[in-house]
């Protein structure tokens, strides 16, 4: 099974975030063997030559589960999405998709002509030129693309966007959705909770997976238990954070010992 086949099955998935612009904690990150990596390149300083180099790092990761690597774009732009995707990576997520309008214009960028509007260019992702014809025949098939679903609007009109042929699946924006609720990070309330409910049942309904990010190590079970087919648990800036006070908590607790 392939990352591509097993998301669209609904099948669990569990992924990481990357932030870090090092390609290292790239490659890091997919020899932990998680089914993706999702490399950020809306709050973070990655840039096109950044995300090349991460998508690199993972490819070369020498793993048995052979992760798929998704971008989070910067916007829901064509140009960015034309330049991400031949970079060579297996499909992209783009922010603040409002309205099934926003979701097809996203689901045409991504799509070679005549099902899209992409352009046909050389880079990584046709191996400079060496796959062709052979990776046009199957890009329009291949590539992942899903809509984060994180404002008023999109909640609004979820169950339009979620019916958009050519998505492949929605994610819960956690942070900026609780945001536009105003009910920053209460992610365990209940008007919050509602609208990750509605945003399932649109997903699920039309058999698309719905994924989201556990921040926590408690919300990981809440959000599988909750029903999301897809989650990605924890940003790399966290798991640096969390080991580095973990470290620093055991020294001083060793230094009490020694003292007494």
Do not use: C
Not at 80 to 85: D, F, G, M, N
Not at 171 to 196: H, I, N, Q
């Amino acid at each position: 099974m392939t990352f591509h086949s097993s998301l669209r099955n609904r099948e669990p998935l569990v992924g990481t975030w990357v932030a870090l612009s090092d390609p290292a904690i790239a490659e890091l990150s997919a020899r932990l063997e998680f089914d993706a990596v999702v490399i950020d390149g809306e709050h973070s300083t990655n840039s096109i030559e950044t995300i090349t180099e991460m998508a690199r790092a993972i490819d070369a990761a020498d793993t048995d589960t052979d992760p798929g690597t998704i971008v989070r774009l910067s916007e829901n732009d064509p140009t960015e999405i034309k330049r991400v995707l031949d970079a060579g990576v297996d499909g992209v997520m783009a922010p603040m998709i409002d309205t099934p309008e926003d979701a097809r214009a996203l689901v045409e960028a991504t799509r070679y002509p005549p099902e899209g509007i992409r352009g046909v260019g050389y880079g990584r992702g046709t191996e400079y030129g060496e796959a062709f014809p052979e990776y046009l025949e199957r890009a329009n098939e291949d590539l992942i693309t899903i809509a984060q679903i994180e404002t008023e609007a999109g909640l609004a009109n979820v169950e339009e966007i979620a019916a958009v042929d050519g998505l492949d699946g929605l994610f819960v924006g956690p942070a900026d959705l609780s945001a536009a609720l105003g009910v920053f990070g209460e992610t365990d309330g209940g008007e919050f909770l509602e609208a990750v409910d509605r945003i399932l049942e649109a997903g699920h309904a039309v058999d698309k997976p719905v994924a989201t990010l556990a921040f926590e190590e408690d919300e990981i079970e809440r959000w599988v238990d909750r029903g999301f087919d897809f989650v990605l648990a924890g940003v790399d800036i966290d798991y640096v954070k969390a080991g580095g006070r973990r470290a620093k908590a055991m020294f001083e607790a060793a230094m009490d010992t020694r003292d007494e």
